[in-house]
T-cell receptor, first 113, second 114 residues
């Protein structure tokens, strides 16, 4: 079983819709969870991170972690065409000599005007 | 600050050729990383460095080499290029590897091996 699973989509929604992006992970020891956004032909940029379980909100974005289900989510409210990008979940793995990120495959989101 | 810069932006190589992908950061970060991203796949860690003179293998190091002689630069060397190395390569840096510390990514190098 891969350590981080993410549905690659693509996902197409109308402007103003609520978007839900999800990942599952296998190792219950993971504590730090991140969402990166990657615009076409650009490098990823950090959108949000959460520690342990719970919710974190930043404007129209909410990151949620359910450690009991090993499930992480990113919700986008009032989605805009400018939100069209690939969203990558990432989990910090301390299994080696230092922490390294394990990325999901990314979900490609398109928000239509 | 320019952040993380990578050169070249694009490159086409023939099988068996060699090249070096350049990466420079101006944020005085100790930690630097090289990833590859294949279509529809997430980022896979190739090599990382925790400071000048210290490097270590990531998940997919075969066919690559790195060096870190300065804090700013972290070049990635491809010896004997193969079609399987066709990918987009991203360099990243961070202040620390610990939770919540953002990795800053460069714009990527698109490499095709024919």
């Amino acid at each position: 079983q891969k350590e981080v699973e993410q549905d690659p989509g693509p996902l197409s929604v109308p402007e103003g819709a609520i978007v839900s992006l999800n990942c599952t992970y296998s190792n219950s020891a993971f504590q730090y969870f991140m969402w990166y956004r990657q615009y076409s032909r650009k490098g990823p940029e950090l959108l949000m991170y959460t520690y342990s379980s719970g919710n974190k909100e930043d404007g129209r974005f909410t990151a949620q972690v359910d450690k009991s289900s090993k499930y992480i989510s990113l919700f986008i409210r009032d989605s805009q065409p400018s939100d069209s990008a690939t969203y990558l979940c990432a989990i910090l793995d301390y299994g080696g000599s230092q922490g390294n990120l394990i990325f999901g495959k990314g979900t490609k989101l398109s928000v239509k005007p | 600050n320019a952040g993380v810069t990578q050169t070249p932006k694009f490159r086409i190589l023939k099988i068996g050729q060699s090249m070096t992908l350049q990466c420079t950061q101006d944020m005085n970060h100790n930690y630097m990383y090289w990833y590859r991203q294949d279509p529809g796949m997430g980022l896979k860690l190739i090599y990382y460095s925790v400071g000048a003179g210290i490097t270590d293998k990531g998940e997919v190091p075969n066919g690559y080499n790195v060096s870190r002689s300065t804090t700013e630069d972290f070049p990635l060397r491809l010896e004997l290029a193969a079609p399987s190395q066709t990918s987009v390569y991203f360099c990243a840096s961070s202040y620390s590897p610990n939770g919540g510390n953002e990795q800053f990514f460069g714009p990527g190098t698109r490499l095709t091996v024919l």
